[in-house]
Nanobody, 119 residues
């Protein structure tokens, strides 16, 4: 089993910055994709950004140019640098990772960290 723990959330004013971190631990075989998702109150969970082992990234249009995802394969961590935050970014942010276990792709999720952007 893999455990994911997020950190770095908090309250920030519009235009501010936060850096989220996610650390994976447990029985790690080979985690390939990692990413961040978020869920605002009453809304569906949406993809924020993903990053492959090789470093290729994918961002939601709403965060392009403001957020940067990165990972450290040696440490099994993934980070999300969030700049120029908007009130619309307020949500619970979840770290996601996946790996093949017994021939099946298993997704793991962190407990979430709250990001609140408010003046």
């Amino acid at each position: 089993q893999v455990q994911l723990v997020e950190s770095g959330g908090g309250l920030v004013q519009p235009g501010g910055s936060l850096r989220l971190s996610c650390a994976a631990s447990g029985t790690i075989v080979s985690i390939t994709p990692m990413g961040w998702y978020r869920q605002a109150p009453g809304k569906q969970c949406e993809l924020v950004a993903t990053i492959a082992t090789g470093g290729s990234t994918n961002y939601a249009d709403t965060v392009k140019g403001r957020f940067t995802i990165s990972r450290d394969n040696a440490k099994n961590t993934v980070n999300l640098q969030m700049n120029s935050l908007k009130t619309e970014d307020t949500a619970v942010y979840y770290c996601n990772a996946a790996q093949f276990e017994r021939g099946r792709l298993r997704n793991y999720w962190g407990q979430g960290t709250q990001v609140t952007v408010s003046s």
